[in-house]
């Protein structure tokens, strides 16, 4: 299934949807998101270990403290960002990656290149974004 990936390769309309090489391009993507991801939660690791030394000035130790708690809700969403990344993994695998879950319609290799884990095609997503302000609303 895995197709060789020619140098400088760009995904465009002018190629049939979701072909050998359009998948290996976005697997190829998305595994090199999900790796670089990875890379920094565990430099934020060391960097949290290596500062969990105790700060003597109150302010100090505040500061870092509130540096500490948005740099692990940065990683938090990370962290779910790596499994939306390992689900579009795995709709490669299975064939229906770039179909969108609602419609069944191609979401687009340039939707899919800006933001290579939508489930949804763009009209599919305003959709949901109006229904979910709809119900905020009331």
Same mark, same amino acid.
């Given at each position: !299934?895995? %197709?060789?990936?020619? /140098? $400088?390769?760009?995904?465009? #309309? #002018?190629?049939?949807? !979701?072909?050998?090489? &359009? &998948?290996?391009?976005?697997?190829?993507?998305?595994?090199?998101?999900?790796?670089?991801?990875?890379?920094?939660?565990?430099?934020?690791?060391?960097?949290? &270990?290596?500062?969990?030394?105790?700060?003597?000035?109150?302010?100090?130790? %505040?500061? $870092? =403290?509130?540096?500490?708690?948005?740099?692990?809700?940065?990683?938090?969403?990370?962290?779910? @960002?790596? $499994?939306?990344? =390992?689900? %579009?993994?795995?709709?490669?695998?299975?064939?229906?990656?770039?179909?969108? /879950?609602?419609?069944?319609?191609?979401?687009?290799?340039?939707?899919? #290149?800006?933001?290579?884990?939508?489930? @949804?095609?763009?009209?599919?997503?305003?959709?949901?974004?109006?229904?979910?302000?709809? &119900?905020?609303?009331?």
């Amino acid at each position: !299934m895995k %197709a060789a990936l020619p /140098e $400088n390769y760009r995904p465009s #309309d #002018d190629e049939d949807f !979701m072909n050998p090489v &359009q &998948q290996e391009y976005f697997r190829q993507k998305l595994i090199s998101w999900r790796d670089q991801l990875l890379r920094e939660s565990s430099e934020t690791i060391s960097n949290l &270990q290596v500062e969990a030394i105790a700060e003597a000035d109150i302010i100090d130790s %505040a500061a $870092n =403290e509130a540096d500490r708690a948005i740099e692990l809700r940065a990683r938090d969403r990370e962290r779910k @960002l790596i $499994n939306k990344i =390992e689900e %579009a993994l795995r709709r490669i695998e299975d064939g229906s990656y770039g179909f969108c /879950e609602e419609t069944g319609d191609p979401i687009g290799v340039r939707r899919l #290149d800006a933001r290579p884990i939508a489930t @949804l095609t763009i009209e599919a997503q305003e959709r949901h974004e109006r229904k979910e302000r709809l &119900q905020r609303d009331y």
